[in-house]
DNA sequence: ACCGCCGGGTGCC
DNA sequence: ACCGCCGGGTGCC
């Protein structure tokens, strides 16, 4: 629905300004099926050297002086304090070891000599080191210019990297002080700049992230815009001024960020790059705007929600009721098996809709897709972080797409690091940030190392390409939107005498089986029985049912061999996650994204693991063990919803916390029928177990899990939110179901029955039903029980809500490993 | 002179 | 390249 709004505003828009065709718009629907074949043929775009992820712990090893040759031959130009980008060529006919110089446009400027690129070759091709080149000074040779070389690699290959140059006689000078950064206007020769760069701490990084964001006092994008009259619905401020500066940011001719026109050159502030062509401006931009897809239903007093959930279909219904039916769109789907393949058809329409799934479906195939064949006016991506990651197909095939305005919508522009940003930008078309490793020297590098210049940078870029808002956003002193209040009390329970003692003696099995574990220092190479023995624990809180077919997990006994001992916590690794379970990658610190079990029974997100598997002589990042692609085993919690059969399932016994859950949910009706409540779980299972006790008290529920398919969804969103009196007034959601999208509102109890890990989680799907639509207060319950693993996973979250920036900075898998034994003795109170 | 020296031709990888 | 390097021309003072 955000896409709606969006989609009207900009198409009136284009029908108000003659010079801007309204035909050609292209919007996208998110959709929530992914392939796997995004993720497993991940492009390697960046020749020289070092995957992503060793990039981010990489540190400066030092400089080299050496030389470009060639240069009369091609027509690539360098100026003073300008990077350059080095590409190997091992398929130059006139040396194998040939690297090629290039600079910030792509263009080549010439070759290292070639007795360096002898002694270099090696390192680039075995990625021991990322080498970047600035050139330090101009010169006026036709021939040959210096370039200095900087070499990072992570700490554990610099001693290879330095005994292999050395045997080619050449030795690192090593960095200068403070040179770890690049600074832009760093004076006319690598001499050590004279202002240090200033590092900052974790408090000081999270606080200046705050700001960046922080951009609502600026006058340009406080102006208000009214719609055209065709748009029927009447909007909102905040609306208005999303129109407004949207409709600045399309007519923007200024200079991209970074640029500035020096005597009649234009001039990379970054880079140091110049060029006689005038860079593009940006038409276009990120709307950050976490209200989500309510905005226009509000405006229209309330009904609907959950749209996208529908498809594609319903949005362009719900697109037409904003419209007045006198204006004639022509709007197409481009979904399904049918869908109009005929580029001049796709033209000629106003409007067309597709999804994700779609266009990564017909990228890539022999001939031209239709999408990418036409020239677009607009591109509207609508939960735009979708393509946060740049190495999947989707990712790939939506930078494809060629328009003359482009538009990301997302509430989350940064989720798990810097890293996010990139395709963002990139997608926006923003150079040089086009190509990564511009924006990974200019930007993210500076950044994660806690240099302030790169911070204000990333500042100035995001304040010149987004528009945030936030339910806190205020617009001259005041609110953007006011909601209920929010109000959130933890709820202790006490286990009664038999549920304690099962605790009690599954807790100190578990515990002496960890601290065995602990003292043996084999935390990490048990993990999938340390982990399996947490989530029991957890389930005790709940209930003492267990929801897969686990018998209680005899402790692993050490005989039987090794490879059976694997294949056992494979297994069991599998099955706990099975049971819907939130756990984290210990990669990306986020939750589980397609998560893949390893060999020696670690989980990872399938993405992560095969970032870390490219290097040579790839580890698992817990154990250390080795890991390979072709032993990655599937597993995708939510798959398996164990719901035991009728048959088998044992004769309903209640527990102290579904005892609670009943007792106020029992309450709440009696005090108003009307008020409808969300009753929330990590563990699908436990959800059906709670069906038997709403049943026999005669409420009326809905279900909603991952599992269901995208149609039942829809459904059982618009019954819960239906306001018919015979709507029902509980809703069994799942924790991590649904995307950002999914709008509850008409929910104002919440019942969250099992802390997460994450607790963003948790306030994300606390978000589903306090936000915009929401007119009543809302009460969300946390139910904790007292002296548990509950309470300790409380004491984490607080921790690490404090700790939330440290996703910025790069951390050592030692660190990750070690603060996981931490957290999982703070939990067994070891 | 199986040298030195001169000066022209020449030039990435 | 206002260099280095190559190879031919040349050769007392």
Known sequence: ALLLKIRLQLLIYGQNIQYINPHRSFLFAPDQEESLAQFIDSALADSSALAEEALDSAVLLGNLRGNVVGLRYYTGVVSKNEMVALQREPRNAHDSNAIRVNNINGDQVGHLRRQLAAALAFILDNKLARIEGLVPYKVNNKFTMPVQLSFWAPEAQRAAVLSHLQQHGLNLAPPTQGAGVWRARAGPSYRA????????????????????????????????????????????????????WMVTRENNWELPPFWELRGGLYHNLLTNFTQSQRPDSVHGGI????????????????????????????????????????????????????????????????????TYTTLTTEHGVKGVSPLQAVLWLRVVLDEGHTIRNPNTRQTRAALALKAQRRWLLTGTPIQNSLQDLWSLVSFLKLKPFTERQWWHRTIQRPVSLGDEQGLRRLQGLLRNITLRRTKNSQVRGRPVVTLPRRTLCLQHISLCEEERQIYQAIMDEGRSTISRYLREDSMMTHYADVFAILVRLRQLCFHYYLPTNSSPAPPTTPDGTPEELRAKLVRKMKMVLSCGVD??????????????????????????????IQQTNARCPMCRAEVRAGQLVECSPGETDSTPAESTRPAWVSSSKVDALMLSLIEIRRQDPNIKSLVVSQFTAFLSLIEIPLRAEGFSFVRFDGSMSRSRRAKTVSSFQSCSPASPTILLLSLRAGGEGLTLTAASRVFLMDPAWNPAAEDQCFDRCHRLGQTRDVIITKFIVKDSVEENMIKIQHRKRDLAIGAFAAKSHSEV??????????????
């Open 287 to 354: 709307l950050a705007d976490d209200m989500g897809l309510v905005t226009i239903w509000g405006a229209r007093g309330g009904g609907g929600g959950g749209v996208e959930l529908n498809g594609p279909s319903a949005d362009l219904e719900q697109f037409e009721q904003h419209m007045d039916p006198g204006v004639q769109l022509r709007r197409c789907l481009y979904y399904g098996p049918n869908r109009p393949r005929d580029p001049d058809f796709l033209s000629q329409q106003h409007v067309v809709l597709t």
């Open 817 to 830: 490993t070690k603060a996981r034994v931490d957290e999982i003795r703070t939990l067994i109170d070891l």
């Open 583 to 612: 756990e984290e990658c210990a990669i990306c610190l986020d939750s589980l994204r397609l998560p893949v079990i390893t060999h020696c029974a670690h989980v990872f997100c399938r993405l992560c693991i095969c970032q870390v």
């Open 193 to 244: 700049p004279s202002h240090q760069p200033v590092h900052m701490t974790a408090e000081q990084l999270k606080s200046e992230f705050d700001k960046i964001f922080e951009d609502i006092k600026e006058d340009n994008k406080t102006a208000e815009m009214e719609p055209a009259p065709a748009v029927r619905t009447a909007l909102l401020p905040h609306q208005k001024q999303a129109l407004a």
